[in-house]
């Protein structure tokens, strides 16, 4: 049989961390999911990153492993077993990854549910987290509100409403409690993981808690000053444009941000837009304040 690299199964570096193996391996499962992937090998792939974690997120297990490594072997080696100093494991339970693991697996820490060289019946056991992404608008995470989502695994289709919680974070998880896949045994469901994504949205923008906004306003508004309508995630507000405003002014709504316990500021970016000369009287007005103002925007 072949060594196998755990590390590079789930594109992480040896010395990653746990809560780095870990992220790396919610990502991936997510990725190679026989329920949602559309690639050919997607179950094969989705099999050699449960095996790598699962060999990788226990301490005990992973330094074994680490040992083992350390003594010059790399992907595609001949392996002919660990060394009869080896300590292992006879009887462990999977949380997710189902027990169809390698050759090269169980000879170094056994199948779960083996005794005495054959494998007895599982008792009740937790079934697998189920991991989706949610898309929402930047309004409903601004607000809160509820989202209707579509689901199929191996319970078949089925739909949900989300309770989006007010303020909630792009990239942020929502755990729904028992629903993902069956437990095994009579054993509990897992869990439903749905991260959320942010929708593009055509007015607003996010940078930390705040949000970004280009307002267009007239060349009068911005050479004379005026009182405005800007909208906000949480409703229109009025804004005080000063006199003499050049485009690219920034201007910032405090507290009108992202919600949180210190809410973040709304920025508006002025853009000034020039109206067109449709007729003589307008095209009269354009001579005469080119002939009114001695301006050279070039030379500013």
Request: no cysteine; glycine share 14%; net charge neutral.
């Amino acid at each position: 049989m072949q060594f196998k690299d755990y590390y590079a199964a789930l594109g992480v570096k040896p010395e990653a961390t746990d809560a780095e193996i870990k992220t790396a391996y919610r990502k991936l499962a997510r990725k190679f999911h026989p329920d949602v992937s559309k690639e050919s090998d997607a179950e094969e792939k989705f099999k050699a990153v449960n095996e790598a974690y699962e060999a990788l997120k226990e301490p005990a297990r992973r330094k074994s492993y680490d040992q083992l490594r350390a003594g010059g072997y790399r992907a595609g080696d001949e392996f002919q077993g660990p060394p009869q100093n080896w300590q292992r494991e006879t009887d462990f339970d999977v949380g997710e990854g189902g027990e169809d693991f390698s050759d090269f697996f169980e000879s170094l820490f056994g199948r779960a549910g083996v005794r005495g060289g054959g494998r007895t019946a599982r008792g009740p056991h937790r079934g697998r987290d189920l991991h989706a992404t949610i898309g929402i608008d930047l309004p409903t995470a601004y607000r809160g509100g509820s989202e209707r989502v579509s689901l199929r695994d191996g319970s078949g289709d089925r739909t949900l409403d989300i309770k989006i919680p007010a303020g909630i974070q792009n990239g942020q998880v929502i755990r729904l409690a028992g629903q993902g896949y069956p437990g095994g045994n009579g054993g509990p469901a897992g869990d439903l993981l749905l991260e959320v994504r942010f929708r593009d949205d055509g007015r607003f923008r996010l940078d930390g808690r705040n949000v970004l906004l280009t307002l267009p306003v007239s060349p009068w508004e911005a050479a004379l000053g005026a009182t405005v309508p800007v909208p906000t995630l949480g409703g229109d507000v009025e804004l005080r444009i000063p006199a003499g405003s050049d485009a690219g002014r920034k201007l910032r709504l405090r507290g009108r941000g992202w919600p949180g316990a210190t809410p973040g500021d709304q920025i508006v970016t002025l853009e000034v837009h020039v109206p067109k000369a449709e007729n003589e009287e307008q095209k009269k007005l354009y001579e005469e304040m080119a002939k009114t103002f001695e301006f050279n925007p070039r030379l500013q």
